[in-house]
């Protein structure tokens, strides 16, 4: 039998064999705040408990046929669903210290004495509705709290794959100067567009670096709005990049101004275009970049012309750490850009897909909220 409130704060269970004992507490300690479900037997009060996960307190009498409320509350300390439950016995008998104390050893929590006083009675049920309230609380931080961890890890992710990029087009391109030097005389106006390059490259760095420390210090409410120029922004990336003298980026159409956030759109076509660099297989590499305006989203989208992907990969790759078959990408890819990508697109509303058959070049797709 239950008896129900509307959107009730805490659900007290009554076991007793008798239904006027029953509705005499229920009467007792009714609040708006409380539901009651009403149990005139051990085994009623075992079923009715682990089926409802929301109960709070179980109101216990000791003394029934069958199954005594010892044994009742055994079992439902020895059941993982329901051990955190907590238990009250009452009973009109058993008051030597004995009884007392076995009643403690099975789980109860406290005691009460039929008949009962009503105030008393009041006073300690309102003690134990504060401390599930508070276990409830425990519980949600706790939720939030392996949520937050796992943001971070992925954080870890982001940072660790993003800051990587520059730092790559650094050392290439301080080793292809050096590689040069050793070889022969190196033109000054080619020392000059390498160390340039470096520079470039370590000030973008820098700026990375200080504008995730901010993207870390907010939570997703706080982290800046801003007017973006994407077509501005593609051409940076471009350049900050490094592509191999015989890859060419060409942008077609102008790409749109947004407001948006722009570390997370930065992301996205870096590490778009360092795939297409690094995958391509190519004696002259074409990447494009364009877009699409449909409605309340921009579809973007980044082709190459390099090896292609299987139709049967084309969702596996944006899983964390899944590569695809392709022997060069497998071993040299962790398997996180574009996990990264996907998860960066989907915090926005929007989808990221990709359009390839082997050997035919990939066009990688996704949608941005204007």
């Known amino acids: 039998m239950v008896t129900a409130n509307h959107s009730p704060d805490i659900t007290i269970m009554l076991v007793d064999d008798r239904e006027e004992n029953l509705l005499v507490l229920e009467e007792m300690l009714a609040s708006d705040q409380r539901k009651f479900i009403k149990a005139t037997s051990g085994n009623e009060a075992l079923r009715y408990a682990l089926k409802n996960d929301r109960i709070g307190l179980v109101m216990l009498d000791v003394q029934m046929p069958e ?7 055994r079992i439902l300390k020895s059941n993982p669903k329901t051990k955190d439950i907590s238990i009250i016995f009452v009973t009109a008998i058993n008051k030597e210290e004995q009884y007392i104390l076995k009643g403690f ?88 567009e390498y160390v340039g390059h ?19 210090r907010k939570n997703v409410a706080q982290q800046t709005v801003e007017e973006v120029d994407v077509h501005e922004l593609v051409e940076q990336i471009a350049l900050l990049i490094f592509p191999p003298r015989h890859i060419s980026i060409e942008i077609v159409g102008r790409l749109p101004v947004l407001k948006t956030k722009k570390i997370k759109l930065h992301q ?94 990939s066009t990688f797709y996704f949608e941005w909220m204007k």
């Open 67 to 73: 199954m005594d409320g010892f044994e009742v509350a």
């Open 105 to 192: 050893d099975e789980g109860a929590v406290d005691y009460l004495q039929k008949p009962l006083d009503v105030n008393v009675t009041k006073a300690k049920v309102n003690v134990f509705e504060q401390l599930y309230h508070y276990q409830q609380e425990l519980k949600q931080t706790a939720l939030q709290l392996e949520k937050i961890n796992k943001q971070l890890e992925k954080f870890v992710y982001i940072v660790a794959h993003d800051l990587k990029s520059p730092l790559v087009g650094m050392i290439a391109a301080l080793s292809l100067l050096e590689m040069k030097n050793e070889e022969e005389v190196v033109p000054r106006e080619e020392i000059q």
């Open 198 to 216: 470096s520079k470039s490259a370590a000030f973008h760095l820098s700026d990375m670096i200080n504008s995730l420390l901010e993207y870390s």
């Open 268 to 361: 996205i076509f870096q590490n778009l275009l360092s795939n297409a660099i690094k995958y391509n297989d190519k004696a002259v590499g074409i990447i494009e970049i364009g877009c699409h305006d449909r409605g309340r989203m921009v579809e973007f989208y980044v082709k190459d012309n390099g090896p292609g992907i299987s139709p049967d990969e084309h969702e596996a790759i944006f899983k964390l750490f899944r590569t695809t078959s392709n022997v060069a990408q497998a071993d040299s890819s962790t398997g996180v850009g574009l996990f990264i990508l996907k998860m960066l697109v989907e915090e926005q509303g929007g989808r990221v897909w990709v359009e390839s058959e082997p050997g035919k070049g």
